[in-house]
């Protein structure tokens, strides 16, 4: 090497303005700049080619400028390769001393002073420079030695090849890499590659067939395809695929390669770098879970919502508007309580304590029970329930006179809910002749919906109600699209023609 040969010195920065900028300055050091918008273009990149200098900004997406020198330190060709830092933040002694650890020889804070940064470049250019010219009278030294001295240059040969095998990714991150020798078949891995395929490496031998053994059967056929294309002239390629280690565990990743070939064009050498993304997949997964779950609850409550819209009847147009709204707040109250236990359930306390709060005026109401959680679609159908009886009440019940009085009690026995529902003290009630659009909602509701019983009592002092209703159900076979069905009930087209009363 000549004094005044080009040396390659590799600037890193995921911003194309900074990069830009950096040229600029250093273009009249006359050397052969070289830009990288990654750490992976930069790792990359240093698998094949020398590096006198590299310039990395601190801060960076996937990975930043110290886990890139952490990652550039552990392969022995680049353990004394110049780093220089450059950070746009205040950077801490602490941060210093770790970027020092991690195998920086400088910083360069931010804004960059162009005559500093090319002074900077230029002192270790021209070191790398000093430093190839005594390696390379080194290897002549070498050289005569190993002539005189076969064993020492075939033990010399095994350390170069050894060293060339070495993988730039490190074991712990869920990263990896590996070698390929393409002539011979000859495969290694690091400890990471190890990890990631759930094997020992005291007992695995990587070989073709034992790779894809390991291999999901659905991305083997693609992953041999993508490498038979070095042979066609590709020199790269990056892939998801899914591995299944020997005790079952299905694990995603994504794997990088490049090809080195040899004068002729031949491939002689592949390597790459394998990532574990099972975790990004699985919480993917959850989030298109989440999206479909929305879409489905979302479509149920507007089925709800018209089936309300269709079914209400009034004596008038501010009547019937007065009814809908009613029935729509009371699912909206129920939807409130669900969402603060994430759609696990609401206990019924609760539930029944929202429903009356509007009408729930000195000691007129009373309701108490044991706690019980219940589920969703549950919830839903017992509200609208509870929503019809309170709103009956109001209008000609108890609760339509400050003397009247109404008692809620609940209870569980052999997996029921039992429920009382006992009005007093208000006017003289007479046994209606035909049920009511509420009290047939009631019924069908728990009845239809939740496979339960509704009882009236008609009494003259007051209305008694009990409502039975199953506590252990498929919840799978309950959901809330068939709410709908439950206001109609088994006579749903003949409810829908009636005119109906309170």
Same mark, same amino acid.
């Given at each position: 090497?000549?004094?005044?040969?080009?040396?390659?010195?590799?600037?890193?920065?995921?911003?194309?303005?900074?990069?830009?900028?950096?040229?600029?300055?250093?273009?009249?050091?006359?050397?052969?700049?070289?830009?990288?918008?990654?750490?992976?273009?930069?790792?990359?990149?240093?698998?094949?080619?020398?590096?006198?200098?590299?310039?990395?900004?601190?801060?960076?997406?996937?990975?930043?400028?110290?886990?890139?020198?952490?990652?550039?330190?552990?392969?022995?060709?680049?353990?004394?390769?110049?780093?220089?830092?450059?950070?746009?933040?205040?950077?801490?002694?602490?941060?210093?001393?770790?970027?020092?650890?991690?195998?920086?020889?400088?910083?360069?804070?931010?804004?960059?002073?162009?005559?500093?940064?090319?002074?900077?470049?230029?002192?270790?250019?021209?070191?790398?420079?000093?430093?190839?010219?005594? !390696? %390379?009278?080194? @290897? *002549?030294?070498?050289?005569?030695?190993? #002539? $005189?001295?076969?064993?020492?240059?075939?033990? +010399? &040969?095994?350390?170069?090849?050894?060293?060339?095998?070495?993988?730039?990714?490190?074991?712990?991150?869920?990263?990896?890499?590996?070698?390929?020798?393409?002539?011979?078949?000859?495969?290694?891995?690091?400890?990471?590659?190890?990890?990631?395929?759930?094997?020992?490496?005291?007992?695995?031998?990587?070989?073709?067939?034992?790779?894809?053994?390991?291999?999901?059967?659905?991305?083997?056929?693609?992953?041999?395809?993508?490498?038979?294309?070095?042979?066609?002239?590709?020199?790269?390629?990056?892939?998801?695929?899914?591995?299944?280690?020997?005790?079952?565990?299905?694990?995603?990743?994504?794997?990088?390669?490049?090809?080195?070939?040899?004068?002729?064009?031949?491939?002689?050498?592949?390597?790459?770098?394998?990532?574990?993304?099972? !975790? %990004?997949?699985? @919480? *993917?997964?959850?989030?298109?879970?989440? #999206? $479909?779950?929305?879409?489905?609850?979302?479509? +149920? &409550?507007?089925?709800?919502?018209?089936?309300?819209?269709?079914?209400?009847?009034?004596?008038?147009?501010?009547?019937?508007?007065?009814?809908?709204?009613?029935?729509?707040?009371?699912?909206?109250?129920?939807?409130?309580?669900?969402?603060?236990?994430?759609?696990?359930?609401?206990?019924?306390?609760?539930?029944?304590?929202?429903?009356?709060?509007?009408?729930?005026?000195?000691?007129?109401?009373?309701?108490?029970?044991?706690?019980?959680?219940?589920?969703?679609?549950?919830?839903?159908?017992?509200?609208?329930?509870?929503?019809?009886?309170?709103?009956?009440?109001?209008?000609?019940?108890?609760?339509?006179?400050?003397?009247?009085?109404?008692?809620?009690?609940?209870?569980?026995?052999?997996?029921?809910?039992?429920?009382?529902?006992? !009005?007093?003290?208000?006017?003289?009630?007479?046994?209606?002749?035909?049920?009511?659009?509420?009290?047939?909602?009631?019924?069908?509701?728990?009845?239809?919906?939740?496979?339960?019983?509704?009882?009236?009592?008609?009494?003259?002092?007051?209305?008694?109600?009990?409502?039975?209703?199953?506590?252990?159900?498929?919840?799978?076979?309950?959901?809330?699209?068939?709410?709908?069905?439950?206001?109609?009930?088994?006579?749903?087209?003949?409810?829908?023609?009636?005119?109906?009363?309170?």
């Amino acid at each position: 090497m000549i004094d005044h040969e080009k040396v390659n010195i590799l600037l890193v920065d995921d911003q194309p303005a900074k990069l830009l900028a950096y040229e600029v300055i250093l273009k009249e050091l006359g050397e052969n700049l070289v830009v990288a918008s990654s750490g992976r273009d930069a790792l990359e990149y240093l698998l094949k080619n020398e590096v006198a200098v590299i310039l990395v900004d601190v801060c960076m997406p996937e990975l930043d400028g110290f886990e890139l020198a952490a990652m550039i330190r552990e392969h022995p060709r680049f353990q004394k390769t110049a780093m220089i830092f450059i950070s746009a933040i205040q950077v801490s002694d602490i941060d210093r001393l770790r970027g020092y650890e991690m195998g920086a020889v400088d910083y360069v804070p931010v804004p960059v002073i162009p005559e500093v940064l090319r002074a900077k470049i230029r002192v270790f250019a021209e070191l790398y420079r000093k430093t190839r010219q005594l !390696e %390379r009278f080194n @290897a *002549e030294l070498e050289d005569r030695v190993r #002539a $005189r001295t076969a064993e020492l240059e075939q033990s +010399n &040969a095994r350390l170069l090849e050894s060293e060339k095998r070495r993988s730039l990714a490190i074991a712990a991150g869920k990263m990896g890499s590996w070698d390929w020798d393409w002539v011979n078949g000859d495969w290694m891995w690091d400890e990471g590659q190890y990890h990631i395929f759930g094997v020992d490496p005291r007992t695995f031998v990587a070989t073709p067939a034992s790779v894809q053994a390991l291999l999901h059967p659905d991305d083997a056929d693609e992953l041999r395809k993508a490498i038979a294309q070095f042979a066609k002239g590709v020199t790269s390629y990056e892939a998801e695929f899914r591995i299944r280690r020997r005790d079952g565990e299905i694990r995603w990743c994504v794997g990088t390669a490049a090809a080195t070939v040899d004068n002729g064009g031949r491939v002689v050498r592949v390597s790459g770098v394998t990532v574990d993304i099972t !975790e %990004r997949k699985q @919480a *993917e997964e959850r989030q298109n879970l989440l #999206a $479909r779950e929305v879409d489905h609850r979302a479509k +149920n &409550a507007l089925a709800l919502a018209q089936s309300i819209v269709r079914l209400t009847r009034g004596e008038n147009v501010k009547a019937y508007i007065e009814a809908v709204e009613g029935r729509i707040n009371a699912l909206a109250r129920v939807h409130t309580i669900l969402s603060l236990s994430n759609w696990q359930g609401a206990e019924i306390g609760k539930l029944v304590d929202e429903e009356l709060a509007p009408y729930s005026t000195g000691d007129q109401i009373k309701f108490y029970g044991t706690q019980i959680q219940l589920q969703p679609a549950t919830a839903q159908t017992l509200a609208l329930a509870l929503h019809e009886l309170v709103t009956n009440s109001a209008k000609y019940g108890a609760l339509s006179t400050l003397s009247g009085r109404l008692s809620i009690k609940w209870e569980t026995q052999e997996d029921m809910l039992r429920m009382v529902w006992e !009005e007093k003290d208000g006017p003289v009630v007479e046994r209606p002749v035909a049920r009511g659009f509420g009290t047939r909602s009631v019924i069908a509701s728990i009845e239809s919906q939740l496979g339960g019983q509704a009882e009236f009592d008609w009494r003259s002092e007051g209305l008694v109600c009990r409502l039975s209703v199953p506590l252990m159900q498929d919840a799978a076979a309950r959901q809330l699209n068939n709410l709908q069905n439950a206001l109609v009930g088994r006579n749903g087209a003949e409810l829908a023609s009636r005119s109906a009363d309170a």
